[in-house]
Structure formats: C-alpha cells, structure tokens
Nanobody, 124 residues
Framework: QVQLVESGGGLVQAGGSLRLSCAAS????????MGWFRQAPGKEREFVAA????????YYADSVKGRFTISRDNAKNTVYLQMNSLKPEDTAVYSC?????????????????WGQGTQVTVSS
C-alpha cells in the first residue's frame, strides 16, 4: 500500500508557472506507475500526465502537451508536475495516483491509490 500527499498548488496569473509535488510513503515507490489527474468544478476527472516506473516514458494529455512536464525522483519517493504557460482552463483540483500494473494509463480506474488533491487556480 502507498499513501500519496500532493503539495504546490495555489493561485497564479495566466502565463505563470507552478510545480506540484506528490510525496509517496513506503519503500516501493519505484514499483508504481504514476499519474496526474485533474477535476474542475462540474466536470469529470481527467487525465493530465503519466510516467513509467523508471521515468523513462512519459505521457501527456493533448491539452497540456508542451506546457506541462512530469518527472519523478525514486530516491525521494516523489513525482512532480511542472506546469508552465498556465491558462484559466487549467484551474482544477490536481491529484496524483499510483498503479502497480497499468494497461491504459489515461483511465482513472487503472489507478489503485490516490492523493487528496491540491487546488490550482489560474486567473485571467
């Protein structure tokens, strides 16, 4: 089992940047495929980015490609989401998630563990 705690959210103007962190408990962090999802008010949770166990492969939603970067540090049990050129439509609660085995990394149901989320608000 793994527990996830996000941090780094906040209020930023359009065009600004934020870096989210997700700290995981336990000593088997490197055995988990990690993802970031977000949920805006009144909308379903949606995939943002994912990273493979070693960090060698990354995946992004089309809406954030070229602006967001996912990375991980297995020695620190942490996954990051660097968000640049933020837009008002990026406003949402961002959550990290962990999966021991995954076949479709875009799907919410593929992930076994979730953090509580951190609010990101982008003003225009």
């Amino acid at each position: 089992q793994v527990q996830l705690v996000e941090s780094g959210g906040g209020l930023v103007q359009a065009g600004g940047s934020l870096r989210l962190s997700c700290a995981a408990s336990g000593r088997t962090f490197s055995s988990y495929f990690m993802g970031w999802f977000r949920q805006a008010p009144g909308k379903e949770r949606e995939f943002v980015a994912a990273i493979s166990w070693s960090g060698g492969r990354t995946y992004y939603a089309d809406s954030v490609k070229g602006r967001f970067t996912i990375s991980r540090d297995n020695a620190k049990n942490t996954v990051y989401l660097q968000m640049n050129s933020l837009k008002p439509e990026d406003t949402a609660v961002y959550s990290c998630a962990a999966s021991g085995t995954v076949s479709n990394w875009r799907k919410v149901y593929e992930y076994d563990y979730w953090g509580q989320g951190t609010q990101v608000t982008v003003s225009s």
